[in-house]
């Protein structure tokens, strides 16, 4: 890593600053005084959160904090499930929606909440006749549909551990995800639909599970869109007649505030993905806390997150979050440019959505095609406008604010990680933004910009961005592996390293510059480099590979490839393509490279590592800075 630096911001401050009446009416009414009610008593901040949810049993203690080790609502019981349904149909939410689904072509699915909570009783009863207990990790591989949502709450309900592999990996990756947590069960779907077409998922399962040994059963579920899915009787039960019979109740399974939740894998900066693992307490208290007061989030609001339940953010804010809240949530397997560019607002439209959460990739993408898409629809319902995965660079943002908020809708520009579990930085609904900048630590978080040694830099500069206390939605661990949780707090002393560079603003606003390790964020997709260069390894053509991430306007970064070939190979324009492929087949479309170069040689330390950060200053014709450890 690099010490810290210097930056020079071109141009004025410029700030927006909402119409005083969303302050007035907004949960968290006063930022300045919240944040300093937490810094004067942080647990009971947090207990305070945690008395708005229902428990089986109390705390005894809101916070140990074993550094690196944090243990949070001590000794509580709790089912997340509970909170997320059985508290609702037990009120005037009964009949509330909970879900409404829409499909590309503009079906639809109307999900109350007492619906979604026998739908999900009755799959978890499913799970159970399968032999799944407490603690049993089940493996959930689908498109966005309802049934994705009812299955990871069917876990929750009886205390398996959930571990959502995205739809958009391939066989490798998928089978990589399943050995390491040792799944049981296999959920999944026999296609996906993306642009009018429909893509096997089923089949990759079939090919992932050959040397998955703790793969039991396989649940699929058939959309009906082809040919009924042939079943293979061992192995592999339909997902309805799974259900077939069973009790529309399910008690929830008293879970400690510890017990794992969920585990969610994300590239690291070697070639195995992390297992990220988050419990159940903390977790809920978190993104229920955040749903609430970062989205400013009213029981009238129709809620609309387009990320994947594949990634973090569907899982903290299209499932737990929202639902824990009570929202009307908006499910949507869409694209943003099909069958054109006015899907998305289309759905904002036609359901009212009032708070829309996206990612930048997709926000340029749509300013790249310009204001006619959004003209077209009535997008008066929209209230605040949410962004998250990376950087909301200033020319985003305007654009956003104004042709999608017409200039009245705030944008909360939240970062935070699939380890913190909740957003964790961002402008509060009603304070002044500031483009460019993703805002300051929501009350609950303490962040701060420092250099190697952990001392904050002077407003103005750069360098990590780190947490300095823990936080309940926080990691507990990485699965199996616990010496990669460690790195994380032992990389600067005495807090979290969240692997990103910052900028701290004299205003205290902080502005994340992206990545300081070998992770690409690319359309917001976390991708290591390591990953995709064992993939390009293990064809046979490739002797070397190392992996960069390249700036691009629309999707933050591509990835480019540096490749030596094995002797016997020649390069061509076909071997390129075969290259892409491969990795396509391997990790899965997301990964795939953009461009490949062919080369003799890798630039190398001396004791053999790839310098990434060379052939990157080179592709960029810029300084590659301190070359003195390069070989020759
Ligand atoms: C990046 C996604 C800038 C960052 C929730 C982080 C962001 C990584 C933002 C985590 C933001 C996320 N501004 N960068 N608002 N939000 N990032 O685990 O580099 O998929 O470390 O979690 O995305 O990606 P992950």
Redesign the pocket.
């Known amino acids: 890593m690099a010490e810290s630096f210097e930056v020079s911001m071109a141009g004025e401050e410029k700030y927006y600053i909402p119409d005083p009446s969303y302050k007035e009416q907004a949960w968290t009414k006063d930022y300045g005084r919240a944040y300093k009610e937490f810094l004067a008593d942080k647990e009971g901040f947090w207990e305070r959160q945690a008395h708005h949810l229902e428990w089986f049993k109390k705390w005894d203690k809101v916070l140990e904090w074993n550094y690196p080790y944090a243990k949070w609502f001590v000794n509580a019981k709790l089912n997340i499930t509970y909170n997320c349904l059985d508290r609702h149909v037990a009120n005037h939410r009964r009949n509330k929606v909970a879900l409404i689904w829409r499909g590309e072509e503009g079906e639809e699915r109307i999900f109350t909440y007492k619906k979604l909570y026998h739908e999900v009783c009755r799959f978890a009863n499913g799970l159970k006749k399968l032999g799944v207990v407490k603690g049993d990790r089940v493996c959930i591989y689908m498109p966005l549909v309802p049934e994705q949502v009812i299955a990871m709450l069917a876990c929750a309900r009886i205390g398996a551990v959930h571990s959502v592999v995205f739809g958009g990996f391939g066989v490798n990756a998928l089978n990589m995800r399943i050995n390491d947590a040792e799944a049981k069960i296999v959920i999944t779907a026999d296609v996906t639909i993306r642009r009018g077409k429909t893509i096997p998922l089923k089949t990759i399962v079939e090919e992932a599970i050959i040397n998955a040994p703790s793969v039991e059963k396989v649940v699929v579920l058939s959309r009906e869109v082809d040919q009924p899915v042939e079943l293979h009787k061992e192995m592999e039960i339909d997902y309805y007649e799974l259900m077939e019979g069973v009790p529309a109740e399910c008690k929830p399974e008293v879970m400690d505030a510890e017990d794992p939740l969920f585990i969610l894998y994300?590239s690291g900066s070697t070639g195995t993905p992390k297992g990220?693992v988050h419990t159940c307490g903390g977790y809920m208290v978190g993104t229920y806390y955040t749903t609430l007061n970062v989205f400013d989030l009213k029981d009238t609001d129709v809620y609309w997150c387009t990320?994947d339940t594949g990634?973090?953010?569907g899982h903290?804010y299209v499932v737990y979050g929202p639902f824990c809240v009570g929202a009307t949530v908006v499910l949507a397997e869409a694209v943003p440019d099909y069958p054109d560019a006015g899907s998305y607002w289309k759905i904002i439209q036609d359901l009212g959505i009032t708070i829309f959460y996206t990612a930048?990739t997709a926000i340029r993408m749509f300013m790249r095609v310009g204001d006619e898409w959004p003209d077209k629809y009535d997008l008066s319902s929209l209230r605040i406008l949410g962004?998250?995965?990376?950087?909301?660079n200033p020319e985003a943002f305007e654009w956003y604010y104004r042709a999608i908020g017409k200039d009245r809708c705030p944008v909360v520009?939240?970062?935070?990680?699939?380890?913190?579990g909740m957003?964790m930085?961002?402008t509060m609904v009603g304070e002044p933004m500031r483009p460019g900048f993703?805002g300051k630590a929501i009350p609950g978080v303490v962040a701060d910009v420092v250099d190697k040694q952990g001392t904050p830099v002077a407003p103005g500069n750069g360098g990590f961005?780190v947490i300095r206390e823990p936080w309940p939605a926080m990691l507990r661990t990485v699965y199996k592996n616990d010496e990669r949780y460690r790195t994380y707090w032992h990389t600067i002393p005495d807090c979290y390293t969240?692997?990103?560079l910052a900028v701290k603003g004299k205003d205290g606003n902080i502005m994340?510059?992206?990545?300081a390790d070998d992770?690409i964020?690319m359309a917001?997709?976390?991708i290591g480099t390591a990953e995709v260069e064992s993939a390009l390894v293990s064809h046979q053509a490739v002797a070397e590979a190392a992996v960069i991430g390249k700036p691009d306007p629309l999707k933050g970064n591509l990835i480019k490839a540096f490749v030596i070939l094995r002797v016997g190979f020649q390069p061509s324009e076909k071997l390129k393509s075969d290259l892409i492929y491969h990795v396509r087949m391997t990790i899965g479309p997301i990964a795939m490279p953009s461009e490949i170069e062919f080369m003799d040689k890798l630039p190398k330390t001396r004791s053999g590592k790839i310098m990434r950060r060379v052939l990157k200053a080179k592709e960029m014709g810029i300084d590659p800075g301190d070359v003195s450890t390069l070989e020759e």
């Open positions: 994300t990220i990320a990634w973090i953010t903290s930048p962004s998250v995965g990376e950087p909301l520009d939240t970062w935070w990680q699939t380890e913190t957003q930085i961002t993703a961005l969240a692997g990103d994340i510059i992206g990545r992770i964020i917001g997709h976390n």
